[in-house]
């Protein structure tokens, strides 16, 4: 019976059969030579025959053989997958020969991690495509412009002073097209090198947030914005679709605020709540000093609270909250207080803002945590770290394949109800129940502001 040929590598330059392990013999090109040097062994890989020598050592065993081809395989997943752990490959081979042998064996001829760690990572660094330069050496070939054998860079504007790249797949498109209501959001932390940030857009389809378009920029000028999300819009209305959009929501980034206001007239704008809470709290404490007061005084936090709470008011009622608040101050009005209060009155009931961060009239999502959480993920991917434009592209097609998968499994199975934490949607049900109790005049303002 033939014995079976395990191949080491794709060169052929190291194989094992008959339970011994041969290395090519370059003088001979169809010889190969025991890789014990002291040994004449040889095999000829074309003839399946060997020479009349015999290995003078033991064979050897099936778990080191095992142990060989493993390290074989891990090799090949850190080279094939950027973004696993070498950590994470590594204790999957490994937990795969705990199956089969003893770990007194498997010790005897399996490296520990902080050994071949180094040669991983070598493996691994060979097969990155290289960063190119500048801007202007930026050359998206076919490999990375499409996903599936479908068209995944949807636009380049080939600027090199200011450089705009917009990835979305047919799903993407699909899912944008079909949303009432988009999220958007920009993070600098995973941006590749020649870019300032990712500016990711995503739509809020059945009840479930899915990341649909990704756009590379190397500014946050108003311009920038409007030139992205012009042709974000072009690209949705070209692919023989409506955009149905009513709602959006960002962050309170100004040039973004305007610039979607300017491509999407009559969509309703939202700023994120929890945006604008965490603004109202950091100036209290940063530039009016009252944190301590805060935290030691139960009813001055309870005021302080208010201020977050006309948010969640209807916006012909502002000014009845906003009396409210002057006319309930718990403690002596000193300068910091006053100071803090212009602020409100400056920022957001005066301010440029707008009234983008009430949201009385929002049924939705009213934060972008789930935008935030998408990009904290995207930053904990090994290849994240890279600052690779081109190894960035491989990551969020990964993310645009993950994408379709949930979507597909969403349109067999839609869900009733949004994913929400037990205590966010108790909250939200407490909420919606004062809101019509209002809204049918069972409570009265100041019952429904104070509650």
């Given amino acids: 019976m033939e014995q079976a040929i395990l191949y080491l590598d794709t060169d052929l330059k190291q194989i094992i059969t008959e339970k011994h392990r041969y290395q090519k013999n370059e003088k001979k090109s169809s010889w190969y030579r025991c890789v014990n040097r002291k040994c ?10 060997r020479n009349k020598v015999e290995h003078y050592h033991p064979p050897l065993t099936n778990c080191e053989i095992d142990c060989i081809m493993f390290f074989k395989q891990l090799v090949q997943n850190v080279t094939t997958d950027h973004d696993i752990p070498l950590i994470d490959a590594y204790n999957r081979q490994y937990q795969k020969l ?38 202007k050496d930026i050359q998206i070939n076919e490999i990375y412009s499409t996903l599936d054998s479908e068209q ?10 200011n450089r705009i790249l917009i ?17 958007f959001d920009g993070t600098f932390k995973t941006c590749p090198t020649h870019f300032l940030q990712i500016f990711s857009v995503h739509g809020y389809y059945q009840n479930q947030m899915y990341p649909a378009c990704y756009i590379l920029l ?16 072009e690209i949705l209305t070209g692919n023989n679709s409506s955009i149905v959009l009513q ?35 950091r100036y209290l404490f940063n530039q009016c000093h009252k944190q301590a007061l805060y935290y030691n005084d139960y009813n001055f936090k309870q005021w302080i609270r208010k201020f977050s709470a ?28 006053l100071k803090f209060i212009k602020y409100f009155v400056n920022t957001w009931l005066q301010g440029k803002y707008g009234f983008s961060w009430n949201h009385f009239e929002n049924n939705g999502p009213r934060t972008n945590h789930h935008l935030e959480g998408y990009h904290s993920k995207l930053s904990a991917i090994p290849s994240a770290k890279s600052n690779n434009v081109l190894t960035f592209i491989n990551m969020i097609k990964k993310s645009a394949s993950q994408v379709h ?16 934490l037990p205590k966010n949607k108790k909250k939200d049900q407490v909420f919606v129940t004062f809101q019509e109790q209002y809204s049918k005049q069972m409570l009265t303002f100041e019952q429904y502001f104070d509650k």
């Fill in 218 to 233: 190397q500014s946050k000028e108003r311009e920038t914005y409007v030139e992205a999300l012009t042709k974000m819009k």
């Fill in 310 to 337: 006309l948010a969640l008011v209807p916006l012909n009622d502002v000014k009845n909250g906003w009396n409210n608040i002057l006319d309930t101050i718990p403690v002596s009005l000193d300068n910091d207080l």
């Fill in 152 to 161: 995944f860079l949807q636009f380049d504007n080939k600027d090199n002073n």
């Fill in 247 to 281: 709602e959006t929501l960002s962050d309170f980034e100004l040039a973004m605020i305007q610039a979607i206001s300017v491509v999407f007239e009559n969509v309703n704008i939202y700023g994120c709540w929890f945006h604008f809470n965490q603004a109202i709290i």
């Fill in 167 to 183: 990835f979305m797949t047919p799903i993407g498109m699909k899912i944008l097209s079909n949303s009432k209501r988009w999220h």
């Fill in 98 to 135: 705990t199956v089969k042998y003893s770990y007194n064996e498997i010790a005897e001829h399996w490296k520990p991690f902080a050994t071949i760690k180094s040669n991983l990572r070598y493996h691994r660094n060979q097969t990155k495509p290289s960063n190119p330069k500048q801007a």
């Fill in 405 to 420: 998968s949930e979507y597909h499994s969403k349109e067999r199975n839609p869900i009733a109800d949004p994913k929400q």
């Fill in 40 to 49: 004449g062994a040889l095999f000829n890989l074309e003839s399946r025959e």
